[in-house]
């Protein structure tokens, strides 16, 4: 199934608004009144932007609404134009082609308190989480990670969510120095405690390195990396499929996920961003360049994320 047939949605924009320093919020309701499609916490929709570039946005409102989608698009000029295309030609009335709802960032069932660590427009998935929680009895708290108030998206919703302290916002003004120490609240993780974490690269590579010491099964992350998006050193390269003895090449701008559908094998995946772990594969031979979130360093010899991680140098071989 390719992308376009996945937007089976056609979703008016009832209302869009500022709701930070290059972040607009978009209001999407059905053209025909009937009741969308369930979604739970920390799941997101693809949209079809102005532009014809499919993005994936996560759904900041509760479950619980049956009657609109709300998400949240940062406008990143020097991405490769589907969020500027939002932010500036989008106006209420439009109507947008949208998939249904997907989720590879999941509450657990097994969780009996959270804890959520957001960096800027990474509060998105989290705030859908923290909705969902209100009306139950269990524990949670939110460390929000911004720059200054006015690029911190929905700074005022957040705060009435906070009933008992348990939303700590902090703002560091760009300074380094000024960054919140993390480490008080990751040394010593609660019985049945889960930790949520979505932001920036630097912010999940910090969590990520400070959680070692958690059971794995307890820390997530969700990423809003496009792994297409091309970075200055890419460059093409091979990929050998030792079960059935063929060979593939993978362009610049293009994954091994990608790669693999595209010569229709069909391999398992899901967040095709680095963070869920769904799309591990087996390496036999070649140096990775690791883009993922998922692998611990003594996995990264025999373990590759096909949809973001690509060859450091030379041909890869996988087990497929």
């Known amino acids: 199934m390719n992308e376009d047939t996945k937007l089976a949605l056609k979703l008016r924009i009832r209302r869009t608004e500022t709701v930070a320093r290059d972040i607009q919020s978009f209001e999407l309701t059905p053209c025909d009144g009937r009741t969308l499609p369930a979604f739970t916490p920390g799941a997101h929709i693809k949209v079809r932007t102005p532009c014809g570039l499919i993005r994936k946005y996560s759904l900041c ?191 610049v701008g293009e994954s091994i996920l990608e790669a693999l559908r595209s010569a229709g094998v069909v391999v398992p995946a899901s967040c095709e961003s680095g963070t869920c772990g769904t799309c591990r594969t087996s390496l036999l031979a070649g140096q990775v360049d690791h883009r993922d979130m998922v692998l611990l360093p003594e996995e990264q010899d025999t373990q590759i994320m096909i949809c973001v991680s690509r060859s450091l140098n030379g041909d890869l071989t996988l087990d497929l």
Not at 140 to 150: E, F, H, I, M, N
Request: charged share 25%.
């Open 61 to 251: 409102n509760s479950p619980n609404e049956r009657d609109r989608y709300l998400i949240a698009v940062k406008r990143d000029s020097t991405g490769q134009g589907g969020s500027v295309s939002l932010v500036d030609h989008a106006v209420e009335g439009d109507i947008l082609d949208v998939s249904e709802p997907e989720n590879a960032f999941r509450m657990s069932r097994g969780a009996r308190r959270f804890l959520f660590i957001a960096g800027g427009i990474g509060i998105t998935p989290i705030l859908s989480m923290i909705h969902s929680l209100r009306a139950t009895d269990t524990p949670w708290q939110l460390l929000y990670l911004t720059r200054s108030v006015d690029s911190t998206p929905f700074i005022q919703d957040i705060k009435s969510l906070d009933s008992n302290g348990q939303v700590l916002i902090h703002h560091d003004g760009g300074d380094f120095e000024q960054t919140l120490d993390l480490w008080p609240w990751l040394e010593h993780p609660k019985q049945h405690q889960h930790l949520y974490c979505c932001g920036p690269r630097s912010l999940m590579e910090a969590v990520r390195d400070m959680t070692g010491h958690w059971d794995s099964g307890r820390v997530h992350f969700e990423s809003f990396t496009d792994g297409s998006v091309v970075r200055p050193d890419d460059q093409p390269f091979l990929v050998h499929l030792a079960r059935s003895g063929r060979t593939l090449e993978v362009s």
